[in-house]
Structure formats: structure tokens, C-alpha cells
């Protein structure tokens, strides 16, 4: 049984440890985007560091239609917050492409993740912050996170936990249900999480636990995601000669 409690408790104390040990001075910075992973890893930072040392960083691509959720947020904890719209970078690198690459639209999506990380990190480093990484695990197995943008940081609170632990984490922290409950969406294509990957998270969740799916297509589904992406969440290789 998932004690959300003591979990919560233990995580909030594993932040103050790595800010002890790596930057006692240092504030959480944080992409807040309004959905429910980077509302709970906000709200760890706060209960944590307390909300003076959490500054939340909002990036839309233009108009964002629920960004009224991160002020919702940012708000709700108290936090001190920046707005850089990321547009006219997106726009700006899209137009100096080289004339005769095909860009693919797999591209395009993951331009936006990959310059909010560039935008996170001239942040925090203007600020004195480390940055949190807001990745859970249920994303992590099937690969669904950017590569050098959503998927890195200075320290990550979720990483290890599945979409419904962490949910059960945000009721136990107060955060908003409105926030904790939001349908997850990419941010890249319009689509939900789930349309995307052709499951749930709540099947996805008790097979990483505990092995079990009925629907065997969509278990061949999250094997042949797990084992194609699992490269994301290893160290880069390097070639090591023998002298």
C-alpha cells in the first residue's frame, strides 16, 4: 500500500538534503506549465526550502489556453514567479533553419521543450537556483519526455514515482484537485498524454508495479516503448581507450 504521507515526507527531506549538499544558499527553480507534475514538484520545493527559496518559471509558446492554471499555482503557494514567452525564439530558430532540410514534425514538438530548458537555466542561473526536473516515472518508462529539455535538471523529486502516486502526493500537499485532476496534456500536439500512447496511466501504473495488464496489445505497446527509450535515462555513452 502507497503511503502518500510518509512518501511526501521522505521526499521533501531528500530536497533539503541535496540543497544542503549542493548549494545551501541556492532557490528551486521550477517550470511551472499548470499541469499536475510541476504543481506537486513546486509544492515539495515549498514544503521543503520554504516558498521564499521556489521560483516558478512560466514559458508559453505564444498564448497558452490554460495558463491560468499556473497562475493558480504560483499563486496558491505563493511563489515568486517569472513569464518569458518562448515564441519568438521558437519562431526565430524555425526561420534560420538551413534552406533544403526537411524538418520533421517530430522536430517542430520538440523544439519548444528543448528552448523552456535553455529559458530554465538562464533563470536560475541569473537567481542563484538549481533546477527541478518534473518527469515522473510513468513518463520516464515509455520514453515520453523530450530529450534535453523536459527530461533533465539539477534534481528530481518524481522521478521514481508513478502518475498516481504522485497524484495521491498533490492531495496530501493541499494542491488544487483542479490541478491534481487535470487531463495531461503534451503541450506539443494538442493531443492528451493517453491518446498519444494508446493506454492509460492507470494501467500503465499497475503494470510497472506489479507486472500485470490485461490488454496484451497495449502491454506489447509499453515494452516496445520501455525498450526503444530506454537510452533517455542512461548517462551518455563515451568511448573509453585503453591506455
Known amino acids: ?29 521550477v ?10 514538484a513546486a509544492a515539495l520545493c515549498v514544503e521543503a526550502l520554504g516558498k521564499d527559496r521556489v521560483i516558478g ?22 511563489i515568486k514567479r517569472f513569464e ?38 538562464a533563470v536560475s542561473q541569473s537567481l542563484n537556483g538549481r533546477v527541478c526536473n518534473t518527469c515522473n516515472l510513468s513518463e520516464d518508462w515509455v520514453g515520453y519526455a523530450t530529450r534535453y529539455g523536459d527530461s533533465v535538471g539539477d534534481f528530481s523529486p518524481l522521478s521514481h514515482l508513478t ?13 488544487p484537485d483542479v490541478l491534481v485532476d487535470k487531463t495531461p496534456i503534451d503541450g506539443l500536439c494538442g493531443k492528451t498524454d493517453e491518446e498519444n500512447l494508446g493506454f492509460t496511466y492507470a494501467e500503465l501504473d499497475v503494470y510497472i508495479r506489479t507486472g500485470f495488464i490485461e490488454d496484451l496489445d497495449k502491454k506489447a505497446i509499453i515494452d516496445r516503448k520501455h525498450k526503444a527509450n530506454l537510452f533517455k535515462l542512461q548517462l551518455m555513452p563515451s568511448f573509453k581507450p585503453e591506455i
Not at 508559453?60 to 504560483?74: K, R, S, T, W
Not at 502518475?163 to 494542491?175: A, Q
Open 1 to 29: 500500500m502507497f503511503d502518500a504521507k510518509k512518501v511526501a515526507k521522505e521526499c521533501t527531506e531528500w530536497i533539503r538534503k541535496f540543497f544542503e549538499e549542493n548549494g545551501p544558499d541556492c532557490n528551486a527553480v
Open 57 to 78: 518559471v512560466l514559458m508559453p509558446n505564444g498564448e497558452q489556453h490554460d495558463i491560468d492554471m499556473a497562475y493558480l499555482l504560483v499563486d496558491h503557494l505563493g
Open 84 to 121: 518569458v514567452n518562448i515564441k519568438d525564439a521558437v519562431d526565430g530558430l524555425m526561420k534560420n533553419m538551413p534552406e533544403g532540410l526537411e524538418i520533421t514534425t517530430q522536430t517542430v514538438q520538440n523544439i519548444p521543450p528543448r528552448v523552456r530548458m535553455t529559458t530554465l537555466y
Open 31 to 40: 517550470g511551472i506549465s499548470g499541469g499536475k507534475d510541476s504543481s506537486i
Open 163 to 175: 502518475v498516481t502516486e504522485v497524484k495521491e502526493i498533490g492531495r496530501v500537499l493541499g494542491v
